[in-house]
């Protein structure tokens, strides 16, 4: 089959791969439809993620067919049209059993801290994605569903991760009727946070990024006001200006390790490797929500220290929520909203790329050019 592998930080190629096999009772081999780059990939494609093996598959948001299931699986049949979870995980043990599906304990013998996602380094399990034609789905009966009839592929496409952790992030922000939130990042995830807090019964959404051609998404896409951090001398002056002084009530960063707009946190994580990555807009959403509000982070940082203002955060006496989204949890509600015609998640693709050209497809998401937002991957267009 054909595959996106790794080659390097900033290099990958497109190569034949042997086809996967069923390796245990429980796994499925999916025949990709549909894949799409997440923001998260860029961190790989970056060389940011420890233990991004030479060959390595990326890809963990993807659409397929089931075209093989081993003796145990129940829960599918050849042919079922499916969406896959980010997370690999099994579904009974002590963390799936109460929805921490990104925890689970049993998929990633390389960490405890996180669980299996597929595409993401050996450092969440070593699983080979779904930028490919083919991909081995393990433990089947427990993280694909069935795509609706009435369910666009392509919404079901961004439902397996960007859309989702968009709306989890909403959620974790705990917002009450009324309440301001401000999202910094406008990139997929911050969108879909921004257009969920509405959902969720925000008063008032505010998008923070600088790229102007994502703001004005955030505007037509999430009905969101907007700030250029870059236009503004002092963004954390600017939220409170725009808040009555105190704050919005709460903050969802959707920005993650390598934000810009710090110097000094960029060169000390980025090139001298002293820190899991640069928390500026985690400390910008510290920084700018009121006292008592509430931080929920999105965005993917490495397991070691960052430099975050965390005794301002216990000073203000806020709650910081975060994971790795259990996306399968949303689906149920994604689903309705969808249907009801609250959410069109799909709007949010820019690019469509043949696999074959996916080099090319990372390079122009990684250097934000051609006002690129969300790029997907055709594996046979
Ligand atoms: N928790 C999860 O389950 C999960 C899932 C998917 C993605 N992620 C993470 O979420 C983050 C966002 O993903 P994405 O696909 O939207 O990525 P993206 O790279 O497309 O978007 C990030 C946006 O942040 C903007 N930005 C940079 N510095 C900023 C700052 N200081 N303040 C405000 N905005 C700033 C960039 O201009 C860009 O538009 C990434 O770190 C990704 O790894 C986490
Ligand atoms: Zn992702
Ligand atoms: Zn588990």
């Known amino acids: 089959m054909k595959a996106m592998t790794y080659r390097g930080p900033y290099k990958l190629r497109v190569e034949e791969k042997p086809d996967p096999v069923i390796e245990h009772p429980n796994d499925a081999i999916v025949r990709v439809e549909l894949a799409a ?13 420890p233990d991004t093996r030479i060959g390595h598959t990326f890809g963990h948001e993807f659409i397929g067919t089931v075209e093989e299931i081993g003796p145990s699986v129940q829960n599918l049949a050849v042919g079922d049209r499916v969406l896959v979870p980010f997370n690999v995980y099994c579904g009974s043990c002590f963390f799936c059993a109460r929805g921490l599906y990104s925890n ?33 789905v393990p433990l089947a009966d427990v993280g694909p569903s069935v795509i609706p009839d009435d369910i666009h592929p392509e919404d079901a496409l961004l439902l397996t991760d960007a859309f989702s952790t968009g709306y989890f992030g909403a ?5 009450e009727e009324g309440d301001t939130a401000v999202v910094f990042g406008a990139g997929p995830v911050g969108l879909a946070a921004a257009r969920s807090c509405w959902l969720m019964g925000a008063g008032r959404v505010i998008v923070v990024d600088h790229l102007d051609y994502r703001l004005r998404k955030a505007e037509e896409f999430a009905f969101a006001e907007t700030i250029n951090f ?18 919005a009530d709460v903050a969802v960063e959707a920005v993650g390790a390598e934000a810009d707009g710090h110097v000094l946190q ?17 400390n910008w959403a510290i920084d ?5 509000g509430t931080v929920s982070v999105m965005g ?14 216990v000073n203000k006496g806020l709650t910081i929520r975060t994971n ?3 996306v399968k949890r949303q689906w149920p509600r994604l689903f309705e909203h969808i249907r009801a015609g609250h959410i069109s998640p799909r709007d949010m693709i820019t690019h469509r790329f043949p696999l074959d050209d996916i080099a090319e497809a990372y390079h122009v998401f990684s250097s934000k050019l051609d006002d690129i937002i969300k790029p997907i991957v055709v594996p046979a267009p």
């Open 288 to 292: 700018s929500v009121r006292k008592g």
């Open 300 to 313: 993917a940082f490495g397991p070691i220290f960052s430099a975050v203002k965390f005794g301002d955060a």
């Open 104 to 136: 689970c304990h049993n998929v990633n013998p390389n960490a405890t801290a996180v669980g299996g996602i597929y595409g993401y380094s050996h450092t969440t399990g070593g699983y080979d994605g779904g930028q490919a034609e083919l991909v081995r």
């Open 37 to 49: 780059i997440c923001g998260s990939d860029l961190h790989l494609y970056h060389g940011m993620m």
């Open 230 to 247: 870059g236009k503004v001398g002092d963004i954390v002056r600017e939220l409170k200006y725009a808040t009555g002084g105190l704050g």
């Open 324 to 326: 790795q989204a259990p």
């Open 266 to 282: 960029h060169v000390t994580s980025a090139k001298l490797k002293l820190q899991g990555g640069s928390p500026v807009a985690l």
């Open 171 to 175: 959620q974790l922000a705990d917002i």
